[in-house]
């Protein structure tokens, strides 16, 4: 388990739980690499009392953790709900550095490590659905000490890896392009479809060769 400089709890301020790691240019960029995957392996163990069926299955499938709520994870013994979707975020807070060492670096966690804090594609059978899932993944912010020192916590000198600019701390957390906004367009998605599916019905449905009304029209003595 990697363990962290320090833990930040404020859930009144939508924070429930941060791990930061204070980095003073003691550690190498590769090195960083290989701390975020240990935090996104920490956040794939099962909880210690998972049930026997569910243990083996994951000791065979490893990749099945996948399909274990976080409520049944270890992580979530250990912190408190997030709120969103993911596990347990990470920030990366550089010191008496270069504006150019830490773009390098944050370079490398970005390419090096995408696989711990990218979001996936949705696997659905809807099409044009640009939502991300976060659900795997380890939201990771990056800020430096002395912009904090500068403007504060609450500022926005928070940038989240595979984005850009800066944001507030919660703005940064936050996946706008996550879970609400595939639930949005699956709806929509499925409502589409419904009404293709009624036209299609309604454009089979047989026509009066008299009067052209899709309804069977009835001759003069009650007989069609």
């Known amino acids: ?14 924070v429930p739980a941060l791990l930061l790691e204070i980095d003073r240019r003691t550690e190498g960029a590769h090195e960083l690499v290989h701390k975020l995957r240990r935090y996104w392996q920490w956040g794939r163990l099962l909880a ?5 069926y569910t243990a083996y299955l994951i000791r065979s499938r490893p ?15 250990l912190c ?3 709120g969103r979707e993911g596990l347990a975020p990470v920030a990366f807070v550089f010191a008496d550095t270069t504006a150019a060492k830490v773009a390098n670096t944050v370079a490398v966690l970005e390419s090096a490590g995408r696989r711990s804090w990218a979001p996936r594609r949705y696997d659905t059978y809807h099409r044009g659905i640009t939502a991300r ?6 939201p990771v912010l990056v800020t430096t000490l002395e912009q904090m ?9 928070w940038r989240r890896l595979g984005q850009t600019g800066e944001q507030t701390l919660t703005a940064a957390l936050d996946n706008p392009d996550g879970d609400a906004l595939y ?37 003069p003595g009650g007989r069609a």
Do not use: F, N
């Not at 388990?1 to 939508?14: F, S, T």
């Not at 210690?48 to 026997?52: E, F, G, I, L, V």
């Not at 036209?199 to 309804?215: K, L, W």
């Open 1 to 14: 388990m990697q363990r962290a400089d320090l833990v930040v709890r404020e859930p009144a301020a939508g």
């Open 48 to 52: 210690p009392d998972a049930d026997k």
């Open 63 to 77: 990749d099945a953790i996948e399909h274990i709520d976080h409520e049944r994870r270890l992580w979530r013994h």
């Open 80 to 82: 408190p709900p997030t």
């Open 133 to 138: 899932d976060y659900g795997q993944a380890v």
């Open 149 to 157: 020192k500068e403007h504060g916590a609450d500022a926005a000198v």
């Open 183 to 219: 639930r949005h367009r699956a709806a929509r998605a499925d409502a589409e479809d419904e009404r293709r599916r009624a036209a299609e019905r309604e454009a089979r449905r047989p026509v009066c060769t008299r009067c052209g009304s899709v309804e069977l029209c009835r001759r």
